[in-house]
């Protein structure tokens, strides 16, 4: 039985120390079991909890816990095998009753030293514990700096971009705002940042998944819908008026669903790396004819047909279609047009367009 006690703890112990140095130390985009468990039972909880009210603004406001719940869980998951693991090896090192050895684990792991016996054989571990307990109690202090700098980086954009797209934010009212205030020009820079943003999301995401549950301010805002609406536009406008495309917006599409893909790898999302520009997407062409209806009337003049248009657009779509669907889901994004499904009863919605509050020309 100690023997086995050892294997059990020398097992518990590698397996805690591989999930801190995979979630917090190595800088590549590895995936913890323990970060996404907890996230997938957590949040599950926490929508049973909000469905009674049947809205989404109680559906955000309860899943606005979920990453402080992680990171309290990942400290306690942590630190609660920590304990068990040095337990299980006092106890087979030793002639220790297992309560004993509990007793002692505890009182080295958390430094409080009124459990330390004066067995030589046992310095070690009684040591190794001690330096373990601050150590990941100091790697999950430093790890929060780097979060929420991440997280302001994101939001930052995601807020500004919402008098140009909308709240929720959607593509084609990206596109038909820009008209209908004539600064269109001002769409390059558009792309351009949010092709650094996609970069920057991706590393970082897929490095720290946890900042996918960190939710934005405000309800109806969504990192995942912002990026949506971005990806939308510019395939619209290299869809339906190629020439006077900007070549921003060919760079922002293969940054953002190359991110996306990262993202994807992280959390073990399938996907197709290439896929056939004519395969289906669930957008309907209804909806994309519709869509484009909207923008022409702003003054947008286009350069194809909207049959035409179509297939373009569906061959950049279908790139990052998936994945983003996928993403919303499971962030429970607001629930915006062209977005996807979510796992709880919803209905889109759309993006309200301020009114028009300048003063009539009088001659």
Do not use: C
Not at 230 to 249: C, G, N, T, Y
């Amino acid at each position: 039985m100690r023997f086995l006690a050892v294997v059990l703890g020398v097992l518990l112990l590698i397996m805690v120390i591989s999930s801190v140095l995979r979630t917090l130390v190595v800088p590549r985009g590895l995936y913890s079991a323990l970060v996404f468990r907890l996230t997938k039972s957590l949040r599950t909880v926490l929508r049973l909890a909000a469905a009674p009210l049947g809205t989404f603004r109680a559906m955000d406001r309860a899943q606005a816990w979920l990453a402080p719940l992680v990171l309290l869980g990942m400290l306690t998951a942590w630190l609660g095998g920590m304990l068990v693991a040095y337990s299980l090896l006092l106890y087979g090192f030793s002639s220790l009753s297992f309560s004993t050895a509990l007793r002692e684990a505890g009182s080295s792991l958390f430094t409080l030293g009124f459990a330390s016996g004066d067995r030589l054989k046992l310095s070690g571990l009684d040591f190794l514990a001690a330096a373990s307990g601050p150590l990941i109690i100091a790697l999950q202090i430093a790890y929060l700096p780097t979060l929420y700098s991440a997280y302001n980086r994101r939001e930052t954009e995601v807020t500004l971009l919402e008098s140009r797209a909308g709240e929720p934010a959607w593509g084609p009212e990206l596109l038909a705002r820009q008209w209908l205030v004539d600064t269109q020009t001002a769409l390059p820079t558009l792309y351009k940042d949010w092709e650094r943003l996609a970069a920057d999301i991706g590393e970082s995401h897929s490095n720290y998944p946890l900042l996918l549950s960190f939710r934005s301010p405000r309800a109806q805002r969504s990192w995942v819908v912002a990026l949506l609406a971005v990806l939308d536009a510019a395939a619209i406008q290299l869809a339906i008026a190629p020439k006077s495309a900007p070549p921003e917006a060919r760079l922002v599409l293969r940054a953002g669903f190359s991110s996306l893909r990262d993202i994807a790898r992280t959390m073990r999302v399938p996907f197709d790396p290439d896929p056939e520009p004519s395969a289906p997407i669930r957008l309907t062409y209804t909806e994309f004819e519709a869509a484009v209806a909207m923008i022409v009337a702003t003054g947008f003049a286009k350069e194809r047909t909207i049959e035409e248009a179509w297939q373009h657009f569906r061959g950049w779509r279908v790139n990052y279609e998936g994945i983003i669907y996928e993403l919303a889901r499971w962030t429970d994004a607001v629930p915006a047009l062209w977005s996807g499904p979510r796992d709880f009863p919803t209905t889109p919605i759309p993006p309200r367009r301020p009114q028009d509050r300048r003063p009539v020309e009088r001659y």
